[in-house]
């Protein structure tokens, strides 16, 4: 089942073998048992280094905003729940072919552990959220990315911080496995891929950041929950604006 690996002009060979064991040695018997992994080294050097160019030209350029809150809390400003900065990222456009490169690689690989995990239904994911938190101690309080069944199965984001030092630079990404009397705290280190369950799993944190941390998240979709999450989201727009024009 391997096909050729991809060929970029700075990357070094990544077979799709490479991938498929990755997948099935490491990837899935973690996340069976524990609810998360993360994988070192993922791109090597020269094409993380290429993904971390495109990452700071885009900062520097001003293309990263203040990321979004589903909802505004009267008296709770946005920056003390989460600090970063964000851009969705399909991979398609000019100056991004390092991370498309990236992205179709996370691609194969969780098309693999989709496959073994009994999600079949893994077929679709989000853009890719560009992020950095500008060092000024931003950081992100606790919470679970699918709190409410919206469909976003599994959670990947890659990191792009060298030279990290989480004592002296913070950071850190501290998951609270649910039913688990532990927690784990994962270094947002350059060239590490961090995978794990969307839902209530796996609440988590990001450690106020002391200086600038970049990182890539992309969500992969259970189509038949995604699916089921846009019908509740018609119906209740359907619903109220029935009551709008009924009311006027």
Partial sequence: SSSPPVKMPFIENVSYTDLERLALERLIPALLSHGFCYVDGLLGDL????????VVEMHRSGQL???RLAG???GVSRKSIRGDQIAWVSGAERGCEAISFLLNLIDRLISVCASRLGDKAIRERSKAMVACYPGNGAGYVKHVDNPNRDGRRLTCIYYLNKNWNPKEHGGVLRIFPEGKSYVADIK??????????SDRRNPHEVQPSYSTRYAITVWYFDSEERAQAK??????????EQQGSSSS
């Fill in 231 to 240: 019908k509740r989201f018609r119906d209740l727009t359907a619903s109220t």
């Fill in 65 to 67: 905003q203040d990321g």
């Fill in 188 to 197: 947002p280190l350059f060239d590490r891929l961090l995978i794990f369950w």
């Fill in 72 to 74: 505004s809390i009267p």
């Fill in 47 to 54: 094409a993380g280094s290429a993904v971390l160019d495109q």
